[in-house]
């Protein structure tokens, strides 16, 4: 985890102040970082017969694909709304100020699916439960949630009870 954890550069007051910014850039670009993170996925989640991983806009668009590929399985994308051109299903959330929402194709998820959401950062939970929602709203089944990082000191986990997470870099 140490080794993961040197690759991620952390960025005090962004985008705003008194936010610490974990950008995953830095491990992104190492071969040996990207390669570490979607071997360790694919370890932890290949016995789940996975159909679509899904990754949440942006930055989950830039891991789930990988995962899906290593897993034989379909990427699908969850987007803020305004930006998938067919039918969506849309769920609409609370953040701290205001609310957001998500939207995947209507098509996107078959009944019975075996789903798994990847994304770079759990922070609160938000994001990944409404993603959660969206899914089983499509008849689809959350198999497993995977995180590069986990901000533990938001009890992001806590939103996801009963749901199998996995976090590769932990931070408290
Ligand atoms: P949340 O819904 O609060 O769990 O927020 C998760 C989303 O916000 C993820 O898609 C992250 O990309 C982003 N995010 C939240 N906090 C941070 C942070 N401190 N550093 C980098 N990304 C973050």
Redesign the pocket.
Known sequence: MNELKELIREVPDFPEPG????DITTLLKSARGLREVADRFCWCFMDRKVDKVVG?ES??FLFAPIIAYDLNAGFVPARKPGKLPAQTVSYEYDLEYGTDCLQIHADAIEPDDNVLIV??????????QATAELIERCGGRVVGLGFVIE?GFLN?RERLDGYDVTSLIRYD
């Not at 936010?19 to 974990?22: E, K």
């Not at 994304?119 to 990944?128: E, F, L, N, P, S």
Request: charged share 15%.
């Open positions: 936010i610490n910014f974990y949440m930055r989950g994304d770079d950062v759990i922070a609160t939970g938000g994001t990944a901000l992001g």
